[in-house]
């Protein structure tokens, strides 16, 4: 599944014009593809229904479908009406699990994404980054591809205690083990993260079928190809076919979107 659409998201004065990309693939193990994505303004996210797991597949799906149904498209939603679609997406989750013929297993997913909410005295919208399990978000300026997000996972929980390196836990043989998803708990703890506007901010969202076959380094380089030629279109295939040619073990899943232009309204 590949899609490259333009849009926009009206802001108080004027629109903003974004470049989005998203891409899933189920790669070269996996029969399945438990991977669902969003590229919808305000809201870009990817969901990684977890693998083992009962309906992995219908849990991140109907994360996608409980958000859209939540979050009013091309205008700027809040970080209020976001978290109300998160904690609405853990219930419908859960009721997965209850449907489930067993009456045991449980579904659940990841979900990460970036969203563009109301903004302050200073700005008229903001980015809103939240997380729960070990998908992630990054940025790029240009020069830096930085992790804005925080795994909930086994070996980060090693890392963060410094009982081990966070190369080493590129390759712990835990790296797959999640301490949060949604459909785990009755409710869920989501990590939230708000930020000003910069000029021509870049997002990267991906599941972790990405950062199991590239490292930072290479998805780095990826990026600073693209900037160095000035062309972005096409870096969400580039992406995804890096990491199935690097092994494919699970599904892929990528989306990319970057402020574009500014179109002041008629009447300023």
């Not at 919808?40 to 849990?59: K, S, T």
Request: a negative charge.
């Amino acid at each position: 599944m590949a899609t490259d659409l333009p849009s926009t998201i009206a802001l108080p004065s004027g629109t903003l014009a974004l470049v989005v990309e998203a891409r899933s693939d189920v790669g070269l193990v996996r029969k399945v593809n438990e991977d669902s994505l969003l590229a919808a303004p305000p809201v870009f996210l990817v969901a990684d229904g977890m693998g083992g797991h009962a309906r992995g597949d219908a849990a991140s799906q109907v994360v996608t479908r409980v958000f859209t149904e939540h979050i009013v498209p091309g205008v700027l939603t809040t970080p209020e009406q976001v978290l109300d679609a998160i904690h609405s997406a853990n219930d419908a989750v859960r009721d997965l699990s209850e449907a489930g013929d067993s009456g045991t297993a449980v579904a659940g997913t990841t979900l990460t994404g970036v969203a563009l909410v109301d903004g302050d005295i200073e700005n008229e919208y903001g980015w809103m980054i939240f997380n729960v399990g070990d998908s992630r978000v990054y940025s790029w300026d240009g020069r830096v591809l930085e992790q804005q997000s925080v795994d909930h996972s086994a070996v980060q929980a090693m890392v963060d205690a410094g009982l081990i390196s966070a190369e080493d836990a590129e390759q712990h043989p835990e790296r797959n083990v999640i301490t949060r998803a949604l459909g785990a708990e009755d409710t869920v703890d989501v990590d939230v993260w708000l930020s000003s506007p910069v000029e021509h901010s870049t997002f990267l969202i991906c599941s972790d079928g990405l950062t199991k076959e590239l490292d930072r380094s290479e998805i780095t380089a990826i990026f600073a190809r693209r900037e160095a030629r000035g062309d972005f279109g096409g870096i969400a295939d580039e992406l995804v076919e890096a990491a199935v040619e690097a092994g494919g073990r699970d599904n892929v899943s990528v989306v990319v979107v970057r402020t574009d232009a500014f179109t002041p309204s008629a009447s300023l």
